[in-house]
């Protein structure tokens, strides 16, 4: 029964997110919004929605642990296992103004998270900052993409307007219809949303695994799922911009939009477990200050690169669960991950940096 709950949660969610997701960007578009602006803000934030309805819901429900897990462990599968799997499929290149402001901006807000969580939680004032930066983040795109020039205008409308199926003819053209899919969107996500913290919680007592790592893993998998059926749908269809932007910015919006509007609505302030603090999020942290040089190199997320986003989620999902069982060789596991694959890791992005730094002075 637990079982069919939490696939009937993860039905309602996916379902929710793409009924509200369809509504919303038609809606913007007969009003006459841009295919860009669309894209940017409500495509991504919709992907997003389902991370929002389950922290929102845990938090409400006093479950803290499995608000913010929710949150660092969808972050960290939406790089290592989305643009790693993504990557896999295809090298994607990424945008110079990814590279300039998008990633910048989410490994800010990243490193603004970690040290709001120095004091061991996340407090109502902390979410309403986030919520404030959300707003103006979102409100600055909107007013950027009105500052482009016409032909980068024309030509991101169209690679957009073709992810979001602009089509003003279609069963969706009406108002009514919009507003009716906009309605059922946000209704399927607060069921489905229940039903999955709910069976997590389930899941959790039954496996003797605690709700963290249970929001760390399943839990966040599950609600990140929209985000793996977009970037992989575009990398396929050669959207290679949106299928990184996608993840980009849902990273983005998980901190200031899904954990900011949970710490308003909880009874206290989101408390964090020690293991969240002196592990997970420094991975999280790490993980986003990690794009900024793959990213930096060619502009181009090679296969190597993407296979190795991808095995390290692999890694962190397993080390997880042997310390959640407190296996045998787990000391033995993070002496190897520690003295050398992750310095192995890091001096080999160092290198790469560091010749594409001497190929653009030389010309190279």
Same mark, same amino acid.
């Given at each position: 029964?637990?079982?069919?709950?939490?696939?009937?949660?993860?039905?309602?969610?996916?379902?929710?997110?793409?009924?509200?997701?369809?509504?919303?960007?038609?809606?913007?578009?007969?009003?006459?919004?841009?295919?860009?602006?669309?894209?940017?803000?409500?495509?991504?934030?919709?992907?997003?929605?389902?991370?929002?309805?389950?922290?929102?819901?845990?938090?409400?429900?006093?479950?803290?642990?499995?608000?913010?897990?929710?949150?660092?462990?969808?972050?960290?599968?939406?790089?290592?296992?989305?643009?790693?799997?993504?990557?896999?499929?295809?090298?994607?290149?990424?945008?110079?103004?990814?590279?300039?402001?998008?990633?910048?901006?989410?490994?800010?807000?990243?490193?603004?998270?970690?040290?709001?969580?120095?004091?061991?939680?996340?407090?109502?004032?902390?979410?309403?900052?986030?919520?404030?930066?959300?707003?103006?983040?979102?409100?600055?795109?909107?007013?950027?993409?009105?500052?482009?020039?016409?032909?980068?205008?024309?030509?991101?409308?169209? !690679?957009?307007?073709?992810?979001?199926?602009?089509?003003?003819?279609?069963?969706?053209?009406?108002?009514?219809?919009?507003?009716?899919?906009?309605?059922?969107?946000?209704?399927?996500?607060?069921?489905?949303?229940?039903?999955?913290?709910?069976?997590?919680?389930?899941?959790?007592?039954?496996?003797?695994?605690? !709700?963290?790592?249970?929001?760390?893993?399943?839990?966040?998998?599950?609600?990140?799922?929209? !985000?793996?059926?977009?970037?992989?749908?575009?990398?396929?269809?050669?959207?290679?911009?949106?299928?990184?932007?996608?993840?980009?910015?849902?990273?983005?919006?998980?901190?200031?939009?899904?954990?900011?509007?949970?710490?308003?609505?909880?009874?206290?302030?989101?408390?964090?477990?020690?293991?969240?603090?002196?592990?997970?999020?420094?991975?999280?942290?790490?993980?986003?200050?990690?794009?900024?040089?793959?990213?930096?190199?060619?502009?181009?997320?090679?296969?190597?690169?993407?296979?190795?986003?991808?095995?390290?989620?692999?890694?962190?999902?397993?080390?997880?669960?042997?310390?959640?069982?407190?296996?045998?060789?787990?000391?033995?596991?993070?002496?190897?991950?520690?003295?050398?694959?992750?310095?192995?890791?890091?001096?080999?992005?160092?290198?790469?940096?560091?010749?594409?730094?001497?190929?653009?002075?030389?010309?190279?």
């Amino acid at each position: 029964m637990t079982f069919l709950l939490f696939g009937l949660g993860l039905v309602a969610l996916i379902a929710g997110a793409e009924l509200l997701v369809r509504g919303a960007s038609k809606l913007a578009l007969s009003f006459g919004i841009s295919p860009l602006v669309v894209g940017l803000t409500i495509v991504a934030f919709g992907t997003s929605s389902p991370e929002l309805a389950v922290s929102v819901q845990s938090a409400w429900n006093g479950k803290t642990d499995m608000a913010v897990a929710n949150v660092v462990g969808s972050n960290i599968f939406n790089v290592l296992f989305i643009l790693g799997l993504s990557a896999m499929i295809t090298p994607l290149l990424v945008d110079k103004q990814l590279i300039r402001q998008e990633v910048p901006i989410m490994i800010g807000v990243t490193l603004l998270f970690a040290a709001l969580t120095l004091d061991g939680g996340i407090s109502l004032t902390d979410g309403a900052i986030f919520v404030a930066l959300m707003i103006g983040y979102t409100t600055f795109l909107i007013v950027q993409s009105r500052r482009q020039t016409k032909a980068q205008h024309d030509a991101l409308d169209d !690679e957009y307007a073709e992810s979001i199926g602009e089509n003003t003819t279609g069963w969706d053209s009406t108002l009514p219809v919009q507003i009716v899919l906009i309605v059922a969107g946000l209704g399927l996500l607060v069921l489905g949303s229940n039903l999955l913290v709910e069976a997590a919680i389930v899941f959790a007592r039954y496996l003797g695994l605690s !709700e963290a790592v249970i929001g760390l893993t399943i839990v966040a998998a599950g609600t990140s799922l929209p !985000e793996v059926a977009a970037s992989v749908t575009a990398a396929l269809r050669g959207q290679r911009d949106i299928a990184v932007g996608n993840v980009v910015g849902s990273n983005t919006f998980n901190i200031l939009g899904a954990l900011g509007v949970s710490a308003m609505v909880a009874p206290s302030a989101l408390t964090l477990p020690p293991s969240m603090l002196a592990f997970d999020i420094p991975v999280m942290t790490a993980v986003a200050i990690a794009c900024l040089p793959i990213f930096m190199t060619g502009n181009l997320i090679a296969r190597w690169e993407g296979a190795l986003f991808f095995a390290y989620y692999v890694a962190y999902t397993l080390y997880l669960i042997m310390a959640a069982k407190d296996h045998d060789a787990l000391g033995d596991y993070a002496f190897v991950m520690q003295t050398i694959a992750l310095p192995l890791t890091a001096i080999t992005l160092v290198i790469i940096v560091v010749r594409h730094l001497r190929g653009r002075r030389t010309g190279v």
